[in-house]
């Protein structure tokens, strides 16, 4: 990571990043978040 830029990492239960983000901002995560409420598989689109 370089200096100054700030990451955000959401890691699953099993200890695994499910969703890393920079720069760090909420709109990035929730909406990750939003789609595996919504149902989805929560893997990247081929």
Known sequence: MA???ICLYLVRPDG???FRA?????EA???HLG?????G??????
């Open 16 to 18: 695994y990043v499910g």
């Open 41 to 46: 598989t929560g893997h990247a689109p081929a």
């Open 35 to 39: 789609r595996l409420l919504e149902g």
């Open 29 to 31: 995560v929730l909406e």
């Open 22 to 26: 920079q720069p760090a901002e909420a």
């Open 3 to 5: 200096r100054g830029r």
